[in-house]
């Protein structure tokens, strides 16, 4: 007999709902807030307000696209963390009322690792290849970059990640520079396809181990405009895809150089992408690249799984089932990684 998750993601702008039949999805909905884009950020207090508003819609749309009666839910995953404290808090205590409620287990989902097992997800009629244990994964989100060896759906040994900026915030910060809206990540991918990536050089951070820097690559792109505006007003629009692909081939070769380091070190044979930024597909063709090169095998989440979802909320909630390992009540959201190792 299937069993169906309800998996509920409210950790930043997206409020979101999705239903699974064991890990096929059956419905996936999402209501991006748009009211952050004139702020260049997301602002956490109108996150909070815009997800109690869309909550309940968004669940009962999702209900209803699966076709499922809440009643015949198994269980109830929610994202505890990391994430915005308000925003988690919508979205948990709906899920522990509801589950409450509904007498069914209530399950918490770190962010993080429902990023990373997106890509144990199917849609309807799709035979998916997943990938197996211990891979090597690059997690790489607007809050997050990391590189993890997955030895098993919760077992995540972390090999190294950014030590300021993440690589999403890197692309919507350089956005914000030129002046593009948020989230830039998107903005700079496409237009990058129509530029030159060697027309201007911006050099990367090279730390040790594996680790990342971005904040460095933000400074720099930063003076660079400064400084030519000085000379030529239009700069910007003169140059603009130019740009774009410019300082989105630098935040690709720094997670690129990282990736191959840590495949020269670890014999896993697949290599997963995870989380927003693996939308970017000047990073799906490198890592592509990467992957050939290496002789491995590259796994990388659908489009519409790469950025924040519920579905890989509810499929991280289904492995937790499986294991019986079920939240209780009082459990409260965590804002980061750190405050929930503590
Ligand atoms: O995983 P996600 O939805 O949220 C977090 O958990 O942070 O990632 C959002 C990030 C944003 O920084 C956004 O600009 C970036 O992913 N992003 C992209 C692309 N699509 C989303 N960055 C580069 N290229 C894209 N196509
Ligand atoms: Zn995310």
Do not use: W
């Amino acid at each position: 007999m299937s069993v169906y998750i309800l998996g509920i993601e409210s950790s930043c702008d997206d409020t979101a709902a999705s239903v699974l039949s064991d890990t096929t999805i059956l419905s996936n909905v999402i209501a991006s807030q748009k009211v952050h884009s004139e702020f260049g950020g997301v602002v956490p207090e109108l996150a909070s307000r815009a997800h109690q508003q869309n909550i309940i819609p968004v669940i009962d749309t999702a209900l209803k696209h699966a076709k499922i009666n809440k009643n015949q839910l198994s269980a109830i995953a929610y994202t505890n963390g990391p994430g915005l404290l308000g925003s988690l808090l919508v979205g948990s205590s709906f899920a522990k009322a509801m589950a409450y409620s509904l007498e069914i287990p209530i399950i918490e989902v770190d962010h993080l690792q429902a990023h990373v097992l997106a890509n144990f997800l199917s849609k309807p009629g799709e035979k998916k290849k997943v990938p197996e244990f211990p891979f090597l994964c690059l997690t790489v989100s607007g809050g997050h970059t990391q590189l993890l060896k997955v030895n098993d759906y919760f077992e995540m040994e972390y090999l190294g990640g950014t030590i300021d900026d993440a690589a999403g915030e890197a692309f919507d910060k350089a956005a914000k520079i030129l002046g593009l809206s948020y989230p830039g990540g998107p903005i700079i991918d496409k237009l990058a396809k129509e530029g030159n990536s060697k027309k201007f050089h911006f050099s990367i951070a090279n730390l040790p181990d594996y680790n990342f820097s971005f904040s460095g690559l933000k400074t720099s792109f930063l003076y660079f405009i400064r400084d030519n505006l000085k000379t030529n007003s239009n700069f910007i629009q003169e140059n603009l895809a130019d740009l774009a692909a410019s300082i989105q081939y630098a935040i690709i070769k720094s997670l690129t150089n990282k990736m191959a380091a840590v495949i020269k070190n670890y014999s896993c044979r697949d290599i997963v992408l995870a989380g927003g930024v693996s939308a970017n597909s000047g990073l799906r063709e490198a890592m592509q690249l990467l992957a050939k090169n290496e002789k491995r095998n590259l796994y990388l989440p659908s489009i519409d799984l790469t950025t924040d979802n519920a579905a890989m909320i509810a499929v991280c909630g289904y492995y937790k089932f499986m294991n019986g390992n079920f939240s209780t009540l009082n459990a409260t959201p965590y804002s980061s990684v750190q405050q929930h190792q503590e």
